[in-house]
């Protein structure tokens, strides 16, 4: 019984963490403007480059450099990372695919 209730608080655990949308929120003044740089050549046909981003970790921001990545599929298109201040909270809403 104590295996199926922790098991049953775990599954209800990570089902709300997921319902969090990948939304982050904090207290903060603004990120910084976006670093640029030389991004090279795709490592192969297919590959997108998806750009760095500023990411909040503690009380400070901290650069995160871009990376080249696959498609999970054909026709994906890849949506960076945003802040945005939301009434004296800057929210941010992780990277990701649309399909």
Same mark, same amino acid.
């Given at each position: 019984?104590?295996?199926?209730? %922790? *098991?049953?608080? =775990?599954?209800?655990? *990570? %089902? %709300? *963490?997921?319902?969090? $949308? ?6 903060? $003044? ?8 030389? =991004? #090279?050549?795709?490592?192969?046909? $297919? ?16 650069? *995160? #450099? #871009? ?6 599929? $054909?026709?994906? =298109? ?22």
């Amino acid at each position: 019984m104590k295996k199926l209730l %922790l *098991t049953g608080t =775990v599954l209800v655990g *990570t %089902l %709300l *963490t997921a319902c969090g $949308g990948g939304y982050y929120s904090a207290r903060i $003044g603004p990120p910084p403007p976006p670093r640029y740089g030389i =991004v #090279g050549r795709a490592p192969g046909p $297919g590959y997108v480059w998806a750009d760095g981003f500023w990411d909040l970790r503690g009380s400070r921001w901290v650069w *995160t #450099g #871009g990376r080249w990545m696959r498609p999970p599929r $054909g026709r994906s =298109v890849w949506v960076p990372r945003e802040w945005h201040n939301d009434g004296g909270h800057w929210r941010s809403r992780g990277g990701y695919w649309r399909m």
